[in-house]
């Protein structure tokens, strides 16, 4: 999750700009290749003899007495001189090649661009010395002067332009996107000279031709859903491995992804779906359809076709003739699950000089088939969040982004099973898909879905040993080791090894088992849900029985290898077998909150704290954790557990310690309400009791002084509060801030003092942060204080407050108009760790800002992408968070009008000066020259970039 742009969509780079570099260029290749597409498609009805591609220019066209070339042109902006410049020295060339008698016919010069020219490039246009024989197109320029096919100012909208034109083809069986992306596949391959029929050019009078050989190539692929939403990850469909094999079950979307796939493919594909062929005449069925399909009838292909001549050997003359003819067929074979391995592998072996993919599902002879043929199955793995919420808003279901991720979960991401289960809580859940979520986590939705019948069968069709392995894997959903699930099921079910060896093998070959790195396996999400709902019906105290053994192990697995996968598993169990005790410790640390797991036990904490047969130690830490939870976010319901806390240390007389914790959170409650004498007054009476506690509650506490002194408006009374804290701090983990300056966690990590504890790392973090408050509040700059907080908050594993600190920081970069510091946080610290820890709550928050620097950084269609990719999403989130985005979505619009304020350039040093001040314990505070201000006039722009006039933006709370 996702991120920058690529990353959201699973993309991990190092360089983010060398990416968004590498994107540009391959946008400019697919107009180019597309526009030409255009050209081959009208080539008869504008009586062109040839078109070529990557000749001398990127487009040449050939016409009677008169040769055109033609230079395309992408851009995200207006077309400037600079863009075009070399391309007219090099027209220049051209023009005295064909003047000096080397080149027949009349040249004439053209650039296509998808953006019009700027102001100084159309002053040129106009100009008296702009050359006769070149001309500029774009989108509204004059069509009267218009010859080759007009261009369009977007990739979608140049894809739609082709299609309409192959869709005056009489192709009935094709749909004119196919034979579009074909063609463009084609001419990509033309360009590159490696096919010696095409070699650059395609001649007008051959085209009928190749036209009506894709169409027989690609009629008998089944059309690919409309709109086709992508998988992630999705692989290509041709690597250049000569055999691919792709496994997965019904609903996977395998059929979908190759018929999409050979739309862009070049090369010709030929498809047979051998679901009811015998595999005795396997071979004769794909010789025959290779030979009508790539042949013409007569001499050539009765040759081929000999009489008497097995499928195999027919193959392998095909084979040898295409070898010959340096063509690259690749054969589909579909359904290759119901095939006896052998047969299917000496039709691979007949057809040497032939590509193979073979789709199928993880049954019958597939891992037979892999051994034969030395090949690894590939899996497809699914929908990514994006996708479903795009599916869900095309059904009219509300859908945040926690729920699509939770719907993944469920269902594997499997295109079918997602669809399906849209499907039902569009017509049974109102279009609520956290609410179909809850229902099919517990087994309890009371419509049968897809998921169930098909995988539903699989499980039938287990034997029962290993059927009960997977039953018992159902109730995991984060990866354990093998050990360490043996050693559950050893526990929960007493199988021995070997049968557990067996288990674990059957369920792999059947792809219910997924392996990992380190030899780490789960069962396959989708087939948990149908695993679930069989676990229960052993009953109650069985599955009971079974979660115990689970937590042990999981228990012990957290201690030696934490992850937070793991914690959420081992929390839901805890909850789920009754642990109240482990859960309340748990509630009452700090960096439980930072997990995004509090959910999983919310629910269980508030039936503890009204549980009066709970012991009261236990109710009250129950309640100290949700007091916490709802500080934290702000909620209404903090009031109402404090008071439940205060009435248990009066009832049952409970120390010191019990008081600080009621103490500290209402004098926060009521410093965010305003009240500071309340405040004040808990900071008066609580001082003499902490002065009876250990150090460590004496820093917390005055940590959280600050903390209401800073929401009370007291921001120097904050800063200077926490600054000896920050110094204690330090000395407690044995760093200082100048180590700090260079390094990241994984290097601060070695450099802490022997057992330095992981409490004192985020308090530092915190300190840092609330000094980064304060001195915002007092108008300094503190770049430098919020980095440190992230570094070690990402040291402490406290990705909650991680993204916060970030978006602060990304917004104080921002505020200070330095916009290119801005995008550079947010894409190598901030959305890859939302990619590593996938907090839904941030997804949205987090993107839909980078989608904001963005804009500031004038990628205002890269911005527009980003939250058109967020818009599916509106509808499952608050009215507040609603309003926000679509705040967000104004400001773009406006930046794109207006252009953002000037970016800030640092003075020369500034930044060398602010480290080294930094870097000093005693001088934490920094404090560069202030920027001299104006005040603004409430008529004038606001100096946000927002276009709008100060009194209704910024202005409005004066």
Not at 763 to 783: C, E, I, N, T, Y
Not at 796 to 807: H, T, W
Not at 844 to 858: F, G
Not at 928 to 951: D, L, Q, T, V, W
Request: net charge negative; hydrophobic share 40%; with cysteine.
């Amino acid at each position: 999750m996702f991120l920058t742009q690529a990353e959201q969509r699973g993309v991990n780079v190092l360089d983010p700009a060398q990416l968004v570099r590498i994107e540009a260029v391959h946008r400019g290749y697919l107009f180019q290749h597309l526009y030409t597409v255009q050209c081959l498609l009208s080539a008869v009805t504008l009586s062109m003899k040839s078109v070529e591609v990557e000749g001398d220019e990127d487009v040449e066209v050939q016409f009677e007495g008169r040769r055109i070339y033609v230079q395309v042109k992408h851009r995200k902006e207006s077309l400037a001189w600079n863009d075009i410049e070399e391309a007219l020295a090099r027209f220049g060339e051209l023009r005295a090649v064909h003047k000096s008698g080397q080149r027949h016919g009349e040249p004439a010069f053209l650039i296509v661009s998808n953006a019009a020219p700027n102001g100084p490039l159309a002053a040129r246009l106009a100009a008296a010395d702009w050359p006769d024989d070149v001309r500029i197109d774009w989108p509204s320029a004059d069509p009267e002067q218009r010859i080759l096919p007009a261009p369009q100012s977007s990739l979608i909208e140049t894809a739609e332009a082709a299609c309409k034109l192959a869709g005056d083809l009489p192709f009935s069986t094709l749909a004119p996107q196919t034979l579009v992306w074909k063609l463009a596949g084609l001419v990509s391959l033309a360009a590159t000279g490696e096919d010696e029929n095409l070699d650059h050019t395609f001649q007008a009078g051959e085209l009928p031709n190749l036209f009506e050989q894709l169409v027989m190539q690609l009629q008998d692929l089944p059309l690919p859903p409309s709109p086709y939403r992508v998988q992630e990850h999705e692989p290509d469909l041709l690597t250049g491995e000569r055999v691919r094999l792709i496994v997965g079950y019904s609903g996977a979307g395998k059929t979908s992804w190759l018929a999409q796939s050979a739309q862009h493919a070049s090369g010709a594909m030929i498809y047979l779906d051998v679901a009811d062929t015998p595999g005795a005449a396997l071979a004769n069925a794909v010789a025959r359809e290779v030979a009508g399909r790539l042949f013409q009838t007569g001499g050539g292909l009765r040759e081929i076709l000999l009489p008497g001549a097995s499928g195999r050997e027919i193959l392998q003359l095909l084979s040898r003739r295409l070898a010959e003819r340096g063509e690259i067929v690749t054969v589909a074979l579909d359904n290759v699950h119901q095939l006896p391995a052998d047969d299917l592998g000496g039709v691979i072996q007949s057809g040497r000089d032939m590509r193979f993919v073979l789709l199928g599902r993880p049954e019958g002879e597939v891992s037979t088939l892999e051994a034969i043929l030395g090949v690894t199955r590939e899996a497809l793995l699914g929908w990514g969040p994006d996708t479903v919420a795009a599916a869900a808003h095309d059904q009219g279901c509300q859908s945040g982004a926690a729920d699509c991720q939770r719907l993944i979960e469920l269902t594997g991401g499997l295109p079918l099973f997602v669809l399906n289960a849209i499907s039902v809580a569009e017509s049974d859940y109102d279009g609520s898909l956290k609410q179909l979520c809850a229902d099919l986590a517990r087994s309890a939705h009371t419509r049968e879905i897809a998921q169930d019948l098909i995988l539903g069968r699989v499980f039938d069709r287990l034997p029962k040993a290993v059927a009960d392995v997977a039953e018992l894997l159902s109730l995991c959903d984060a990866p354990l080791s093998r050990t360490e699930v043996q050693s559950y099921v050893a526990a929960a079910n007493g199988s021995d090894q070997a049968v557990f060896d067996r288990a674990l093998r059957h369920l792999v070959s059947q792809g219910l088992l997924q392996v990992f790195a380190d030899d780490r396996i789960k069962l396959h999400d989708a087939a948990r849900a149908v695993g679930m709902g069989r676990l229960l019906l052993h009953g109650t105290e069985s599955v009971k029985a079974r979660r115990e053994a689970l937590r042990a192990v999981v228990q012990k697995s957290l201690v030696e290898n934490w992850h937070p996968t793991k914690l959420s598993l081992f929390l839901r169990l805890s909850g789920e077998v009754g642990r109240l005790d482990v859960l309340v410790e748990m509630a009452t640390d700090e960096l439980f909150h930072e997990m995004g797991v509090w959910p999983e036990v919310e629910a269980y904490l508030e039936h503890g704290a009204q549980d009066e047969a709970v012991p009261p130690d236990q109710r009250i830490k129950a309640l100290d954790g949700l007091a916490f939870a709802a500080l934290k976010s702000g909620s209404e319901r903090a009031g109402l557990w404090l008071d439940q806390m205060d009435a248990l240390i009066i009832a049952h007389n409970l120390g010191a310690e019990e008081q600080l914790r009621v103490g500290m959170k209402r004098m926060n409650f009521l410093a965010g309400v305003g009240d500071r004498r309340g405040a004040m007054r808990l900071v008066t009476d609580l001082t003499p009791v902490v002065k009876t506690l250990p150090p460590g509650h004496q820093r917390v506490f005055w940590y959280n002084v600050a903390c209401a002194e800073l929401a009370l408006g007291d921001a120097e009374a904050a800063e200077k509060r926490v600054q000896p804290l920050i110094r204690d701090y330090y000395e407690l983990i044995g760093l200082t801030p100048d180590k700090v300056m260079g390094n990241n966690a994984p290097q601060l990590a070695r450099m802490l003092k022997k057992g330095a504890n992981v409490d004192d790392i985020k308090h530092l973090a915190d300190s840092l942060d609330v000094l980064a408050k304060a001195l915002d509040a007092q108008d300094q700059f503190s770049p430098l204080a919020r980095t440190h907080a992230l570094k070690f908050y990402d040291l402490a594993r406290a990705p909650d407050s991680l993204f916060r600190v970030g978006q602060d920081l990304v917004d104080q970069f921002v505020r200070k108009r330095d916009f290119d510091g801005a995008l550079n946080m947010m894409e190598t610290i901030v959305l890859p760790q939302l990619r590593q820890w996938k907090l839904a709550d941030y997804l949205i928050s987090v993107r839909s800002q980078y989608a904001v620097v963005l804009a500031y950084c004038e990628r205002y269609s890269d911005a527009e992408a980003e939250m058109e990719r967020l818009e599916p999403y509106r509808s499952g989130l608050p009215p507040l968070a609603q309003g926000e985005l679509e705040n967000q979505r104004e400001l773009i619009a406006s930046l794109r009008a207006f252009g953002p304020p000037p970016k800030w350039v640092p003075p020369p040093g500034l930044l060398e000066r602010l480290a080294d001040h930094f870097a000093k314990p005693d001088r934490i505070r920094q404090t560069p020259a202030r920027e001299s201000k104006r005040k603004i006039g409430r008529n004038e722009h606001c100096s946000c970039g927002s276009g709008k006039k100060f009194k209704h933006c910024h202005g409005r709370a004066n």
